[in-house]
């Protein structure tokens, strides 16, 4: 039994969204999240008739080999990842990186956080996709490499931009900085938008050698 347990063993801490026992989530607000539908893209991870490909990934294929996202982006979810990145509350991602350990339907070679330019870096002090992702790294015993990619280009954000306009944003943003040749890498990240973020990533791990990209989000917009 690590630190944490014993700690919650005799310090039990109430649920982040009611404050009933048995936290940090009770049964009945684990049962009430927004989990992402079954029938998704393999791809994208967007909603499709039978889980097919949809008709985006069929025209234009990302760089990107398959997405798996736990919950669509709502409430309750929607709220508790605001308060991880622009609240300060980082112990949120022990929470989220446990719910994807759980729940992932395939295991790559690495564990690669989405990486955050310098500057974003040192205003918010941290990178949630590290810290949910330590927590994914620990529990499956995939090693996590946050240092194997960086944010090269300090990018407006993404928020309120069409498709179009946030792939010609990223377009530059990364570099690879190891040997990632036929590597299956698994990005993670917290919220997958359009995958522009994501696909832009991808592709620079594609042209580094990494033979599978697959994205592991917390939820999907």
Known sequence: MNIRS????FFPQPCLLCQAQHGPLCQSCHADLPW?????CP???????GGNTCGHCLKETPAFDRTQALFVYGFPVDKLIQR????????????????????????????????????????RGFNQAVEIARELSRLTGIAMQ???ADR??????????????????MRGAFTCKSD?????IGIVDDVMTTGSTLNALAET?????TTKVSCLVVARA
């Open 152 to 169: 090269v280009r300090d990018t407006p954000p993404q928020a309120g931009l069409k498709r179009d306009a946030r792939r010609k944003n």
């Open 180 to 184: 990632v040749s036929g590597l299956h």
């Open 146 to 148: 946050p240092s194997w």
């Open 84 to 123: 991880l990145k622009y609240s300060e509350n980082i112990t949120l991602a022990p929470l989220l990186g446990t719910l994807l350990a759980e729940h992932i339907t395939s295991k790559p070679d690495i564990w690669l956080p989405m990486p955050l330019h310098a500057n974003r870096l040192k205003e």
């Open 43 to 49: 791809v994208c991870a967007q909603p499709t008739p």
């Open 36 to 40: 992402q539908p079954q029938n998704c």
């Open 205 to 209: 791990l594609k042209l580094a050698g």
């Open 6 to 9: 014993l700690f919650n063993r």
